[in-house]
């Protein structure tokens, strides 16, 4: 799996945040989201990490959004879940968690295959 990409600009951030959508992220994203959420691509995906500051949780937690190119298979990975948490331990994290909505259980049935745990907000990630 090649390295993600990091995104920067507001504008680059807009550009995945609008493919996310077409690809079928199952909810608007918001403009704090774009503003304060750190962005990577791949050829097969897009995600972004939110601090849980902005969601009323603690620092040293943060949340994992994201969405696979269509008919990409795949896309969640030990070697993914790897570059999560290496990110993660960069940005200062205990923990990551993938809110998922309900209709989502298939995805936590695959993350905890590759290393994730059920926690209060969807699958978690322990990064320490």
Excluded: F, N
Excluded at 61 to 79: C, D, M, N, Y
Aim: glycine fraction near 12%; aromatic fraction near 8%; proline fraction near 6%.
């Amino acid at each position: 799996m090649p390295s993600p990409t990091e995104l920067t600009s507001r504008r680059t951030k807009a550009a995945a945040a609008a493919l996310a959508r077409a690809w079928g992220y199952p909810r608007d994203i918001t403009p704090l989201e774009l503003q304060r959420g750190r962005w990577y691509t791949t050829a097969d995906g897009i995600a972004w990490l939110m601090c849980g500051l902005w969601a009323g949780r603690s620092e040293d937690e943060w949340h994992l959004h994201g969405v696979g190119r269509p008919g990409t298979r795949g896309v969640l990975s030990a070697q993914w879940t790897a570059l999560v948490r290496a990110e993660a331990q960069r940005l200062g994290a205990a923990r990551v968690y993938a809110p998922l909505l309900g209709t989502q259980l298939g995805l936590a049935r695959l993350l905890e295959r590759v290393g994730w745990k059920p926690g209060d907000l969807g699958p978690v990630l322990e990064v320490a």
